[in-house]
């Protein structure tokens, strides 16, 4: 069922949309978009509307209006992109008020700001200014009660549940915690903006020593990581396995590897993949995953009923040790197990895990190998 939006007539040529919540308003942007029809002539986005400008020669608004209205917004935008580490000094001027704010003190702020990841909603207010949600629920801050005249260029700053880092030198409103010398709006790049949409940031804290030897435009930005399957649930540990590392005992390396080796085998082998590729090892079942692209997966091993719900709305029963082909949006879920312990994930063309001594087994006592798999990860082939 379509969601019931609001349109508003702003000058002769543009509709503001006025919609529930940023999750809706960005799932609207990305779905016109999507359509590409010709009389778009910009979209601007906020937290909860969108501004669609138009070309009065190639459409209407009341026809515009009704081809908005009849969009599916129920299947939410999930949006992802490279990963940036930005440099902060922090020295912000409400630093301590906003820490007394959130029941913290400066250094706990500033390891729970550090530890957070943001991810960018969308741009405004100006040239390169990108609001930005967090993973960190705490990090809730009003607005100053009276808005400075002058921040300056690279304040990083919080206001309401967003963040921000102020591209130049502008009044603002915001709670200023540090400072970054990394410039956010650059004619000189080729992409003037530094933060895009979907993109992520995380935050290190440097001294002020490093802030005034930093070298303009010197930033770690990391390979842009391509999500496949998104983990919904899963209630009990699970792992990156294959066969493990053999001939290293000598070295006290115990081999480790896929409990049930000949499951892990026999998932690789159901979507045509090396008998030693990557599955996950999932314990006892109670685990669900999202399709972010259409994909091939199996499951082998302990015996939990196999559930997929598709993109369609449709809900199906595949069958173990058998290719199961998921559409984009698509959830197969793996029940608690009836008999067995340990069930295989494998996915054609085999997961990416870092190796560690030839090998992405686990070994949880040792502590060797791949982060065990959790809720809200990313697993990619």
Same mark, same amino acid.
């Given at each position: 069922?379509?969601?019931?939006?609001?349109?508003?007539?702003?000058?002769?040529?543009? =509709?503001?949309?006025?919609?529930?919540?940023?999750?809706?308003?960005?799932?609207?942007?990305?779905?016109?978009?999507?359509?590409?029809?010709?009389? =778009?002539? #910009?979209?601007?986005?906020?937290?909860?509307? %969108?501004?669609?400008?138009?070309?009065?020669?190639?459409?209407?608004?009341?026809?515009?209006?009704?081809?908005?209205?009849? !969009?599916?917004?129920?299947?939410?935008?999930?949006?992802?992109?490279?990963?940036?580490?930005?440099?902060?000094?922090?020295?912000?001027?409400? %630093?301590?008020?906003?820490?007394?704010?959130?029941?913290?003190?400066?250094?706990?702020?500033?390891?729970?700001?550090?530890?957070?990841?943001?991810?960018?909603?969308?741009?405004?207010?100006?040239?390169?200014?990108?609001?930005?949600?967090?993973? #960190?629920?705490?990090?809730?801050?009003?607005?100053?009660?009276?808005?400075?005249?002058?921040?300056?260029?690279?304040?990083?700053?919080?206001?309401?549940?967003?963040?921000?880092?102020?591209?130049?030198?502008?009044?603002?409103?915001?709670?200023?915690?540090?400072?970054?010398?990394?410039?956010?709006? +650059?004619?000189?790049?080729?992409?003037?903006?530094?933060?895009?949409?979907?993109?992520?940031?995380?935050?290190?804290?440097?001294?002020?020593?490093?802030?005034?030897?930093?070298?303009?435009?010197?930033?770690?930005?990391?390979?842009?990581?391509?999500?496949?399957?998104?983990?919904?649930?899963? +209630?009990?540990?699970?792992?990156?396995?294959?066969?493990?590392?053999?001939?290293?005992?000598?070295?006290? =390396?115990?081999?480790?590897?896929?409990?049930?080796?000949?499951?892990?085998?026999?998932?690789?082998?159901?979507?045509?993949?090396?008998?030693?590729?990557?599955?996950?090892?999932?314990?006892?079942?109670?685990?669900?995953?999202?399709?972010?692209?259409?994909?091939?997966?199996?499951?082998?091993?302990?015996?939990?009923?196999?559930?997929?719900?598709?993109?369609?709305?449709?809900?199906?029963?595949?069958?173990?040790?058998?290719? =199961?082909?998921?559409?984009?949006?698509?959830?197969?879920?793996?029940?608690?197990?009836?008999?067995?312990?340990?069930?295989? !994930?494998?996915?054609?063309?085999?997961?990416?895990?870092?190796?560690?001594?030839?090998?992405?087994?686990?070994?949880?006592?040792?502590?060797?190998?791949?982060?065990?798999?959790?809720?809200? +990860?990313?697993?990619?082939?």
């Amino acid at each position: 069922m379509p969601e019931p939006l609001t349109f508003l007539p702003v000058g002769a040529h543009d =509709i503001l949309v006025e919609l529930a919540d940023l999750s809706t308003t960005l799932t609207l942007l990305d779905q016109i978009v999507a359509e590409k029809w010709p009389e =778009i002539t #910009d979209l601007v986005p906020a937290a909860r509307t %969108l501004m669609v400008c138009f070309d009065p020669l190639l459409g209407d608004r009341e026809t515009l209006m009704r081809r908005i209205a009849a !969009l599916d917004l129920t299947q939410k935008s999930r949006r992802s992109g490279s990963e940036l580490m930005l440099p902060v000094l922090y020295d912000g001027e409400d %630093l301590g008020d906003v820490a007394a704010h959130l029941g913290l003190t400066r250094e706990e702020l500033i390891t729970r700001h550090t530890a957070a990841t943001y991810t960018v909603a969308f741009s405004g207010f100006a040239p390169g200014f990108a609001y930005m949600t967090c993973d #960190d629920p705490l990090f809730q801050v009003p607005r100053r009660a009276s808005p400075r005249v002058r921040i300056p260029a690279g304040a990083v700053a919080l206001g309401g549940s967003f963040s921000g880092i102020y591209p130049t030198d502008s009044p603002g409103g915001w709670q200023i915690i540090g400072r970054t010398p990394v410039k956010m709006w +650059d004619e000189a790049r080729e992409k003037p903006a530094l933060l895009a949409p979907g993109g992520q940031v995380r935050f290190r804290a440097i001294s002020a020593e490093d802030f005034a030897a930093w070298p303009q435009g010197d930033i770690q930005i990391a390979p842009e990581r391509r999500r496949d399957l998104t983990v919904l649930r899963s +209630d009990f540990p699970a792992f990156y396995q294959d066969l493990g590392r053999e001939g290293m005992a000598g070295q006290g =390396i115990p081999c480790s590897g896929a409990m049930d080796r000949a499951s892990l085998i026999a998932a690789n082998r159901s979507v045509g993949n090396d008998r030693n590729a990557a599955v996950i090892e999932i314990t006892s079942g109670g685990f669900s995953a999202r399709a972010e692209r259409a994909l091939t997966l199996a499951v082998t091993g302990a015996d939990g009923e196999l559930s997929l719900d598709t993109a369609r709305g449709e809900k199906l029963r595949p069958a173990y040790g058998q290719a =199961i082909a998921l559409d984009a949006g698509a959830v197969l879920s793996i029940a608690h197990a009836k008999s067995g312990a340990r069930a295989y !994930l494998a996915l054609r063309g085999g997961f990416v895990a870092e190796e560690v001594l030839g090998s992405v087994a686990r070994d949880t006592l040792a502590k060797v190998g791949p982060a065990p798999v959790k809720a809200g +990860d990313a697993l990619e082939m």
